[in-house]
C-alpha cells in the first residue's frame, strides 16, 4: 500500500537517483546523496495551491498544502498528493503561511531523520526534493519569480525593460545577456537573510531550483492562449477562413461564441487541442505558393509549439542526451519565433494585420528556464505537470465547502482523512486481488 502510494513502479527509483545524481546540480550537496539505500529513497514534494471555496463570498478562497512523492506520478489524484492542512484567507494574516511553514519544518526534518517509523523497517526513506504551486503561489507564499516587477526572475537578472535589449525578457537568443547571470542557491542564501526568505529554506534539501511552477501548464493556460489567440486573429486576418470582413463585427462573434463553445475559454486540455489544430491550418497557409515571410513566421512559430508539447507527452520522464536537446531546440525555437512575431506585431498601425498580438509573459521566461533545466538535467518537465494537483484540490475544494468557516480547518481534515480512509481500504482490496 505505502508503495503503492508513492512509488507505484519500484524499479525506477535507483535509476531515477542515479540519474539525478549524474546531471542535476542541485543534488550536488543534497542530503539525500547520503542515503545507504537508494532503491528506496522518496523524492518528498512540497504542493500548495489556493481555491476559492466559498461561492459569492468575500475572502472565500482558502490555502491548501500537502505532500507527496515525485515518483507517484500517474496516480489519481487522492493517491497522488495528501493534505497537510487548508486554511480560510478570512482566518489568516500575512504571517500565517509562514507561521505554518515554521511549524512544519522541524515536523518535515523529523519525517526524514527519524528512523522509527513502520516505514522505515521496509527501508523507505524520505528525502526533501521539490517545492511545487503554480507561479503566482510561489510568488505570494514564497516570495520568489515576482512576475510584477520588472526584475522578474530570482534565477537570473532578466528584466522586463532595460536599455540593454538582452538583458530583457524579449531576447531568447543563446547570446542573451541575461543567460550568463545564472544564480545558484548558494547567491541566493547569501543574498537575503533568515528574515527576508520564506521559513521553508531552513530544511535541508530545500533548494532554489527546485521552487517548480509547473511552467507546461503555465504555457497551456498562460502563454498558449496568447500564442493560440494571436495565431486564430493571423488566420482571420489574411481571410484564410473566408473574407475578411468590415471591422467591428468580431466582438459580437467572440462574445456569442465563448457562450456556444466553452472550449474558447481554454482549459489545458482543450488549449492543446486548439494549438494542435491551428498548427495544421497555419501550416496550410505557409504552404501556398504566395505565402508571406510572416505567414512562415506564423507557422513554424505554433509548430514549434506544439512539437515541444508532442515530445514531451512521448517522452520518458528520463531523457537522453538527444532527446533533451531536441526539447531544447524545439522550445527555443517556439520561443525566437514568438519573439520575432512580437517585434513584428508591434511595428504594425492602423489596420495592418496583426496589430496587438503576440504579448510577451514573464512565463515566456520561465519557459526558457524550463528548456534550459530540461537539457541539463535531462527531466521531463511534464511529469512536475499540475494536471492532476488540480483535481486534487478540486476535491479538498468541495469538501471544506461543505464546513462552517469558523471551523473549517478542523472539519476539512475530518472530513478528508474519512474519505482518505475508504479510498485507502479501496486500493488495498484491489492490491490482495
Ligand atoms: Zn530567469
Not at 481555491?51 to 487522492?78: M, R, T
Not at 537578472?157 to 538582452?166: F, L, P, Q, T, W
Not at 471591422?247 to 456569442?256: A, D, F, L, P, Q
Not at 483535481?391 to 469538501?399: A, F, K, L, N, P
Request: net charge positive.
Amino acid at each position: 500500500m505505502f508503495q503503492h502510494c508513492f512509488a507505484p513502479r519500484p524499479s525506477e527509483i535507483e535509476s531515477y537517483w542515479k540519474h539525478v545524481e549524474q546531471h542535476c546540480r542541485w543534488f550536488d550537496d543534497h542530503p539525500g546523496r547520503q542515503a545507504a539505500n537508494k532503491k528506496r529513497l522518496l523524492p518528498f514534494c512540497l504542493y500548495g495551491d489556493e481555491i476559492n471555496a466559498f461561492k459569492n463570498a468575500e475572502n472565500g478562497s482558502i490555502c491548501v498544502l500537502g505532500f507527496g512523492s515525485d515518483l507517484a506520478y500517474g496516480n489519481p489524484a487522492l493517491e497522488r498528493y495528501y493534505l497537510f492542512t487548508a486554511f480560510s484567507e478570512h482566518n489568516s494574516t500575512e504571517n500565517t503561511f509562514d507561521d505554518i511553514i515554521r511549524a512544519l519544518v522541524p515536523r518535515l526534518r523529523y519525517m526524514f531523520d527519524e528512523t522509527s517509523f513502520n516505514w522505515c523497517s521496509a527501508g523507505w526513506r524520505w528525502t526533501y526534493s521539490s517545492t511545487q504551486g503554480d507561479l503566482k503561489f510561489i510568488t505570494d507564499r514564497y516570495g520568489l519569480h515576482n512576475f510584477r516587477k520588472n526584475r522578474i526572475c530570482d534565477l537570473c537578472e532578466c528584466v522586463k525593460k532595460d536599455d540593454n535589449i538582452a538583458m530583457t525578457l524579449a531576447d531568447f537568443r543563446e547570446t542573451a545577456a541575461y543567460r550568463a547571470t545564472h544564480y545558484t542557491h548558494q547567491d541566493y542564501m547569501q543574498s537575503t537573510t533568515p528574515e527576508t526568505r520564506s521559513p521553508l529554506f531552513e530544511l535541508d534539501g530545500v533548494n532554489l531550483h527546485r521552487f517548480l511552477h509547473d511552467p507546461c501548464h503555465g504555457q497551456l493556460l498562460g502563454t498558449g492562449k496568447n500564442t493560440n489567440g494571436s495565431c486564430l486573429t493571423y488566420l482571420c486576418e489574411r481571410s484564410y477562413f473566408a473574407p475578411w470582413p468590415e471591422r467591428g463585427i468580431y466582438e459580437n462573434v467572440m462574445s456569442e461564441y465563448r457562450v456556444l463553445y466553452p472550449s474558447m475559454a481554454a482549459k489545458a486540455a482543450q488549449s492543446k487541442m486548439i494549438s494542435y489544430w491551428l498548427a495544421m491550418v497555419a501550416g496550410d497557409l505557409a504552404a501556398r505558393a504566395d505565402a508571406t515571410p510572416t505567414d512562415k513566421a506564423v507557422s513554424a512559430c505554433i509548430y514549434a509549439y506544439v512539437d515541444t508539447l508532442r515530445k514531451m507527452d512521448e517522452y520518458p520522464l528520463l531523457l537522453s542526451e538527444e532527446q533533451s536537446n531536441e526539447l531544447y531546440n524545439s522550445g527555443m525555437r517556439h520561443l525566437r519565433l514568438y519573439s520575432y512575431l512580437h517585434r513584428e506585431s508591434a511595428k504594425r498601425t492602423g489596420t495592418e494585420v496583426m496589430r496587438n498580438c503576440w504579448l510577451l509573459q514573464p512565463k515566456h521566461h520561465f519557459f526558457y528556464h524550463m528548456c534550459r533545466d530540461c537539457k541539463e538535467q535531462r527531466l521531463n518537465p511534464s511529469y512536475y505537470s499540475l494536471l492532476t494537483a488540480e483535481s486534487w484540490i478540486g476535491y479538498i475544494g468541495r469538501v471544506s465547502r461543505r464546513t462552517h468557516r469558523s471551523t473549517m480547518t478542523a472539519r476539512t481534515l475530518q472530513r478528508y482523512c474519512t474519505l482518505l480512509f475508504f479510498r485507502l481500504k479501496r486500493i488495498e482490496r484491489n492490491i490482495s486481488i
